[in-house]
């Protein structure tokens, strides 16, 4: 088996160990960084992203797998600086103000990270003008916008209506996720886009990418 299958299937596996190993390895070969990236860990987070999708691994496995595909990328980040693989884009994640609940929004942000996205993640209650600035100063394409409490969907509201307001809405897609939200609220509101989960946020992202 080449390095490249024994790195993406160490990663599914969710072997931290031998990630970091393996990715060694194949940099002692004269294998690229940019190509132990593309073809081993963006390959294997791939299938843990789309077995997830299915049901057939969940988020513990999901998890382990992420901390396999950062013992890699520890090693490749130094040697690929500047190198636009590293990042497909940049992504703001967060909970809306008044929510402190973070689960699913963690695991969109490791799905994003594992389909090759920078993920700026500021965490849970967060007032909407920080959504803003931080895609602004950072130069993001995405914000990403998360709740479980019914009572904070008009936060992500303000979000979009800040967006307007200071002029980035047509240039930043703002996503919107979380149990009580739907695609009809998303375009009530004017959410670029309702992901119903972390592989959907995934998709819904690369298909913005693929267009611009």
Known sequence: ???????????????APAVDRLTRDALEQGTAPGQILDDGLLVGMAVIGQKFKAHEVFLPHV???????????????????????????????GTVQGDI????KNLVGIMLRGAGYEVIDLGKDVAPARFIDVAIEEDAQFVGLSTLLTTTRPVMKQVIELARERGIY???RILVGGAPLN???????GAHAYCFDGMNAVDCVNGFMNRS
């Open 170 to 172: 047509d240039k930043v």
């Open 183 to 189: 695609r009809a609220y998303a375009e009530e509101i």
């Open 101 to 104: 609940h973070d689960i699913g």
């Open 1 to 15: 088996m080449e390095l490249m299958e024994q790195i993406s299937e160490s990663l599914q596996k969710g072997d």
């Open 63 to 93: 998890l382990l797998a992420a901390k396999a595909m950062y013992a890699g990328l520890d090693i490749l980040g130094p040697l690929m600086e500047g190198d636009e693989r590293l990042s497909r884009g940049k992504v703001v994640i």
